[in-house]
């Protein structure tokens, strides 16, 4: 998570959708990867005791030098169970690194929770793969699925990174799922492609798909969606 306003020298395009004084109280926090736009210290260290962290292979160093210990690393498929509800590691295609010589050295994916017979996906940071077809056979049916649709030009240079809206759409298509809801668009802008281009973009996709309307969701940031 990142609730700060800046990204080093980048300030945010629109505040956070919660600040750290409207948050409620928090039981578990998920971590994708180790990016600074995903993994930001001065936000987890106003986050405050009681917090159970849940991060991909390799990061739990990083949270014990923060003075956060109640880490829990997951690897690909594996899970952990907090307050009833089940999270899943699962794969993407991204990569990792927070200085020039820890490359790739701890690991990134998505998550799958699940309670109540619900399954709601987080994709986290990643291109597009044959993995969302695996991920939606193993771990399915998926009731609501978190998929980027930002941060995707140059595509030479993101295609192996991120996902633009057309690969979302085909990803959502993979799963199976049975709701879309987009984001990772709009907070920072890290790439070419305008801040406000990637709703109209993912909107113009979905109808030229023919998918059902009621099942795109794209929410303005900071608004709140009943599942």
Partial sequence: PILSRRLALIERNVPPGLTHDTLPTLDVVTVSHNHFD??????????GPGVRYV??????????????????????WQSTVVGGVTLTLVPAQHWSRRSLLDTDTTLWG???YEAGGQ?????????????????????????????????YDPRWFMRPQH????????????????????MHWGTFKLTDEPL???????????AERGLDPDALVIPAIGETVAL
């Fill in 163 to 182: 996902m633009n809206p057309e690969d979302a759409v085909q990803a959502f298509v993979d799963l199976g799922a049975r709701r879309f809801f987009a």
């Fill in 38 to 47: 995903h993994l930001d210290a001065p936000t987890l260290r106003r986050l």
């Fill in 119 to 151: 399954r709601v996906y987080h994709s986290g940071d990643t291109a597009y793969f044959s993995g969302f077809k695996l991920i939606g056979e193993r771990c399915g049916p998926i009731d609501a699925a978190m998929l980027p649709i930002g941060a």
């Fill in 110 to 112: 998505g998550f799958v």
């Fill in 55 to 76: 991060v991909p292979l390799g990061l739990a160093a990083w949270f014990e030098r923060q003075g956060l210990r109640d880490v829990v690393e997951l690897d690909w």
């Fill in 196 to 206: 406000d281009e990637p709703p109209a973009f993912t909107r113009r996709v979905w």
